[in-house]
């Protein structure tokens, strides 16, 4: 076989391979187009399937991802964790509570004109969350009229400063504050006395040995940090030093790590954050 031809042979069979790769694991072109959580492969053990009667087919709590530009902050990027940790959760929430629930979900960016047809939203990796001006004022009408953003997976100082500073050009005259213990978003179904920590799963398999499960020595402590509106309602919690979607997404992958991080405590504080923030 001619070296020319064989080289041509090589170079298509690697361009063929990162092709399936970038629509499997989430190229930009795929990415792009997808409006939902199940239009994406299973990055885990599988998602769960369920249906809900014709009759409730718009009266469902919609998990909704927001996609975001990255910006030059830490951290990885919106689609973390996607497709698992969002339809686990999802499922979960069908089966311990009286909801029913959306079992797509859906992507939107905060410009589209159907956010505010969900009363819910999830940020994931917001140390490298960056919002253009249109975004920050679309975020602000949306948490003033009535919504709840979640701010999830990030870690350490440097995390936490850039998702600081992107929501002061959000809230100019508002400050997160640590919430108490003695709040109820933690007494709401399940009675939460601690914020534990859910480390990545490579780490919380490797913490029956090792005790660790903080990703870096400057993001040891759990915060749950909050910003209310003037009425006292919750519109943003930040769940800093922890990482709940990986909660979600690995339930299936180590029984070890199911039992202390997912059933413990990330299903518990989610359901009782969606089942709070629907309620009040």
Not at 161 to 172: H, L, Q, S
Request: a negative charge.
């Amino acid at each position: 076989m001619p070296n020319a031809f064989r080289l041509t042979l090589v170079l298509v069979t690697i361009a063929a391979v990162c092709g399936l790769a970038q629509r499997r694991w989430g190229g930009r072109g795929f990415l792009s187009e997808i409006r939902t959580a199940r239009e994406v492969p299973s990055g885990s053990t599988g998602t769960p399937t369920w249906t809900n009667p014709p009759a409730f087919s718009k009266d469902v709590f919609t998990f909704v991802r927001i996609r975001y530009d990255r910006g030059s902050g830490w951290g990885g990027g919106w689609a973390t964790d996607l497709p698992d940790s969002d339809l686990n959760l999802s499922y979960r929430l069908q089966q311990v509570t009286a909801l029913r629930v959306d079992p797509d979900g859906r992507i939107l960016r905060l410009t589209d004109p159907a956010l505010m047809d969900f009363p819910f939203i999830y940020i994931v990796e917001p140390g490298s969350l960056y919002l253009s001006a249109t975004e920050a004022d679309a975020l602000r009408r949306y948490l003033l009229n009535g919504g709840f953003l979640w701010l999830d997976d990030f870690w350490g100082e440097r995390e936490w400063a850039n998702c600081e500073e992107v929501m002061r050009e959000v809230f100019p005259d508002r400050r997160f504050v640590e919430l108490p213990l003695t709040h109820p978003i933690y007494h709401t179904v399940f009675e939460i006395t601690a914020k534990a920590q859910i480390p990545a799963i490579q780490y919380g398999i490797a913490s029956r040995y090792t005790g660790v499960t903080w990703e870096r020595p400057d993001a040891r402590e759990v915060h749950h940090r909050a910003i209310f509106d003037d009425h006292g309602r919750l519109m943003v919690l930040a769940t800093h030093n922890t990482d709940n979607g990986d909660g979600w997404e690995r339930e299936g992958e180590d029984d070890y790590y199911f039992h202390n991080f997912a059933e413990k405590i990330a299903y518990p504080l989610a359901i009782n954050v969606l089942v709070y923030v629907m309620t009040h």
